[in-house]
């Protein structure tokens, strides 16, 4: 039998072919991932290309991380065997390098797996390989996260693997330490690192586990800055999807597939994103096949498909397995919206423009003056539907705390208005219901009486239109709550994208209470940070909206 020159690059070669006509069925990223890298092999045969594939350094860090011992279940003391979306990964991970400088050339590789899939796997021999066969000298390898345990995830593994691997350490002058690995001869090391990094650090390698549970990127963030000085660092993250949509990883993941869209072109990332799209139907368990990737290897078909049926049984399970299965970013608790239906509501194309005269009701939910104030505008429109759009308000003091990273953002890019201080300053409400009473036709504004007294009796002073005190309780939000569910459903409301108001839609949970024998439902939320001002005040102009004579909306029930 004639010998298979570079095996490890031949089988990632194949994996990518397999994908990308439909051999192995595959989740829309993955085969974009595949056509990415075969589109860049015919690429680098062109001048203009920086970049190609070499195959040898490919082959040998595929080699070196087979010679690995896994250090877990059944397989525990036997040699590693790269399946082939692994071999995947690691071939265009060391194997791309610069035509010219030879460096490498993906910087950064986001890879989103869903649980089960054998992480610990692919990061411990990425910090063990950055230390000793890329031979960088005094290179910094740092396993971080937010917590002790998390962090003992990667770097127990990648320390049992060299206290096992035959000759590893007598080849590379290693000595292992309770929270370190050394590298005697060179002043390398492999570190872990929980929270936030300290000053001087210069990462070679820096490896992030379930970034997902990082409530600010500023970790990931000093890590990269800290980079600066080496000519061919590696960042690489390497989570689950998570429960909370306004988080980095959430963020990073939504940057990441715009590359592989065509949208964005960002030539130093690597990544693999193996996640259900949210329009392919998660009842079909071939779907679950799609997106585990060591389905049969390290995580069986049986274990699957329990969680499947778990899913389909009980709802109160659907929302947690759809995400670290599925790797659909989903809300951790019994969450009231489907996600991939709220996203179908979405029409970039809406302005609050194209609105001006036209009929509208106004929602407004204050709650605290530390916290965020929401205001929703709501318009019918032609053919039962209804468009929405969403103000909201924080103060200063509030937006520019380290953990609030996300209101950084959604106030830069302008979908959050912020107000000078600790407590938000109402003015800046009430001057924007001041030109909205101007531009459009409102028919009513539906408040919650909390904290809003002051205000409402000043808009009353000024205002030509009705000022409506909604009550919280169950008996008055229930059945524009299910009004709304079932718009949303039905497709007939439509949004501009505001990823403040998708962010709540997700936060919000249903709740079920009785009036004696009348069922109703009410939202609330998992945690405190998960807020859901805006859902609020969409229910309450929906409620107002649905007392119109007017309108003809057909009420939900349940």
Request: hydrophobic share 35%.
């Amino acid at each position: 039998m004639t010998e298979i020159k570079y095996p490890h690059v031949q089988k990632a070669k194949k994996y990518a072919d397999d994908v990308v006509n439909g051999r192995i069925p595959s989740c829309k990223w993955i085969v974009l991932a595949c056509k990415r890298f075969k589109t860049d092999l015919h690429r680098a045969k062109t001048k203009k290309f920086p970049y190609v594939l070499n195959n040898e350094r490919a082959e040998a860090n595929c080699t070196f991380i087979e010679l690995l011992p896994h250090v877990k279940g059944k397989w525990a003391g036997t040699l590693l065997v790269l399946e082939p979306w692994q071999c995947f990964l690691f071939v265009n991970l060391f194997g791309w390098e610069h035509k010219s400088t030879k460096l490498r050339r993906f910087r950064r590789a986001f890879v989103l797996v869903p649980r089960k899939n054998g992480k610990t796997t692919i990061a411990a021999p990425v910090g063990i390989d950055m230390m000793t066969l890329e031979a960088e000298p005094g290179a910094e390898i740092y396993c971080g996260a937010t917590s002790e345990d998390q962090a003992n995830e990667v770097f127990r593994p990648a320390k049992a693997m060299v206290n096992k691997a035959k000759g590893l350490k007598e080849a590379y002058n290693l000595e292992v330490a309770a929270t370190s690995i050394f590298r005697e001869d060179g002043l390398s090391f492999f570190h872990r690192l929980i929270g936030k990094p300290g000053e001087g650090q210069s990462p070679y390698c820096a490896i992030s586990d379930e970034y997902h549970e990082h409530k600010t990127s500023e970790q990931i963030d000093a890590m990269w800055t800290g980079m600066g000085a080496r000519q061919q660092p590696l960042q690489f993250i390497i989570t689950t999807a998570g429960t909370d949509i306004s988080s980095p990883c959430k963020e990073m993941d939504d940057y990441c597939r715009k590359i592989l869209d065509g949208v964005l072109e960002d030539e130093r990332w690597f990544i693999m994103i193996y996640a259900l799209e949210d329009d392919a139907d998660w009842e079909n368990f071939e779907n679950w096949k799609k997106v585990n990737p060591n389905i049969n290897v390290s995580v069986s078909e049986e274990f699957l498909h329990e969680k499947y049926q778990e899913s389909l049984q009980r709802v109160s399970t659907q929302n947690i397995n759809r995400c670290k299965h599925l790797n659909q970013w989903m809300n951790a608790g019994s969450a009231w919206m489907n996600m991939s239906l709220w996203n179908k509501c979405k029409d970039v194309s809406l302005s609050l423009n194209d609105f001006k005269g036209r009929d509208c009701f106004l929602g407004m939910d204050l709650a605290s003056k530390i916290d965020i104030a929401a205001l929703i505008l709501l318009f019918p429109m032609e053919d039962d539907k209804w468009a929405v759009f969403g103000k909201y308000y924080l103060p200063e003091d509030t937006i520019n705390l380290p953990e609030n990273a996300q209101y950084q953002t959604w106030e830069h890019e302008g979908w959050l208005t912020k107000t000078p201080g600790a407590r938000t300053d109402f003015f800046y409400i009430e001057e924007d219901l001041k030109q909205y009473s101007s531009d459009f036709n409102i028919q009513e504004l539906a408040f919650d009486p909390r904290e809003s007294t002051y205000l409402v009796n000043n808009i009353m002073e000024w205002g030509d239109f009705e000022c409506v005190e909604i009550p919280q309780g169950p008996a008055h939000i229930s059945e524009p709550m299910k009004e709304l569910e079932a718009i949303i459903y039905d497709n007939k409301i439509r949004h501009n994208g505001d990823p403040v108001l998708s962010w709540m839609v997700s936060n919000t949970v249903r709740k079920e209470g009785r009036g004696g024998p009348v069922k109703y439902y009410y939202p609330t939320k998992d945690n405190n940070e998960n807020k859901i001002d805006g859902v609020v005040a969409l229910i309450m102009a929906i409620s107002r909206a649905m007392t119109y004579e007017d309108m003809k909306i057909e009420v939900f029930r349940a």
